[in-house]
């Protein structure tokens, strides 16, 4: 018998994958789970295992090709394949091995067939693989991009067409995979989401104090320096269980649109990589400490730059955080990331003059400025929201450990 490796689809927003390397050559024996190849996503490096026991027969795809999703990339033969000995007990009557059966919720399947999703594409998040109301929900969503990308390039065709040519001395840089669906989802998100922004100052005064008194013990306790960060992520989704309108989704769904409040709470952090940027996602942040966060922060970190991020470490975020104060950045606007509905974006620390009790004091300052979905969040909600989190951040309300 000869089993096909089929390159899966392993991410919502995949769609092709590089071959990078495979780690077996033709002939070699590969055990069931063991890894064989190493593709490279638009978001990280991802390793592909064998999907039987048995012998490499033939490899299909060579290192370095792209290709779609559901591609063979080659073949693995049993090894009872060849002199098989005759079967004594052919004729008799053995228990019939249950077919294999998707592991899927009641409510996800139901979602799912109203519109349209293929559960067998779909990569579960709850137990054992098992696939959940928010797995078919960011599908929809998922799918929902894609459908409204083929509108505006089919209204693009109807355009004059303007060409645009270089001038002068240059050169020609191709886009890399990542910074082509970076490209197209950001576009995606500018045209198809109607958006808004609102801009706060927060007095860090608070929260510089307790990370100089922790930053030692944080050091020698968990091996992990605290950051900035850390403080900014718990308050995010403590805000965000406070406000669950923000920690929300805009379905688009075949029957009829809806929005969807999340149970959970996941806090994306956008971190930038050598080829773009990535977004791993710190799961349930209001349940952690800043000591628990701080070690998932950097963790995730980590991998994001070595590019080894699971695709299960980048799904299922409900709010995104990015943070300049690395490039001493004192303030920016962010682009919601479909099919959350906002992003929180962060510039440096800088002392500047605050009035307090009618004296001008010079004060640590951050600036925050939050981008909404205005199909889910109105102006009014949006504000309640970041003026909650700048209370937050001013107070010394933390769960350290």
């Known amino acids: 018998m000869t089993t096909e490796i089929v390159l899966p689809k392993m991410g919502l927003t995949m769609e092709e994958a590089e071959m990078l390397a495979w780690e077996k050559k033709v002939g070699d024996y590969v055990e069931k789970h063991e890894v064989i190849l190493t593709i490279q996503t638009d978001k990280a490096a991802l390793e592909v295992e064998a999907p039987v026991d048995g012998i490499l027969q033939d490899i299909l795809v060579k290192e370095g090709e792209v290709v779609p999703v559901g591609t063979v990339l080659g073949y693995i033969s049993d090894t009872k394949e060849q002199d098989e000995p005759v079967n004594m007990f052919q004729n008799i009557d053995f228990p019939v091995e249950e077919p294999y059966r998707i592991r899927i919720s009641p409510a996800a399947r139901k979602l799912a067939r109203e519109n349209g999703i293929e559960i067998e594409g779909l990569r579960g998040s709850g137990p054992r693989g098992r696939i959940l109301l928010m797995d078919v929900q960011e599908a929809i969503a998922e799918k929902s991009l894609k459908e409204r990308k083929i509108e505006i390039d089919t209204i693009k065709t109807k355009l004059p067409v303007k060409t645009t040519k270089a001038r002068g001395k240059g050169k020609h840089v191709p886009l890399t995979r990542m910074r082509k669906i970076i490209a197209e989802r950001m576009t995606q998100s500018f045209m198809m989401v109607p958006q808004f922004q609102l801009k706060k100052q927060v007095d860090v005064t608070a929260i510089l104090q307790v990370r100089n008194l922790l930053v030692s013990s944080f050091e020698e306790s968990i091996g992990v320096r605290l950051s900035i960060n850390d403080f900014l992520i718990q308050a995010v989704a403590l805000t965000l269980k406070k406000h669950p309108s923000v920690n929300a989704s805009y379905i688009d769904s075949d029957t009829q649109p809806y929005i969807y409040e999340h149970d ?54 409900t709010f995104t955080i990015s943070n300049l104060a690395s490039f001493e950045i004192d303030e920016f606007v962010a682009i919601v990331n479909p099919p959350e509905a906002g992003i929180l974006a962060v510039g440096q620390v800088r002392e500047q003059p605050v009035v307090v009790d009618n004296r001008v004091e010079i004060k640590p300052v951050l600036i925050l400025n939050a981008s909404f979905d205005h199909r889910i969040i109105d102006g009014a909600d949006g504000s309640k929201f970041i003026s909650d989190l700048v209370q937050h951040l001013q107070s010394d309300r933390w769960k350290i450990f």
């Open 264 to 317: 959970d709470i996941n806090v994306g952090l956008a971190v930038a990589v050598d080829d773009g940027l990535v977004v791993p996602v710190i799961h349930n942040a209001d349940q952690m400490s800043l000591a628990e966060i701080a070690k998932k922060r950097v963790e995730l970190i980590e991998k994001a730059k070595k590019g080894i991020l699971k695709p299960e470490e980048m799904s299922h975020g």
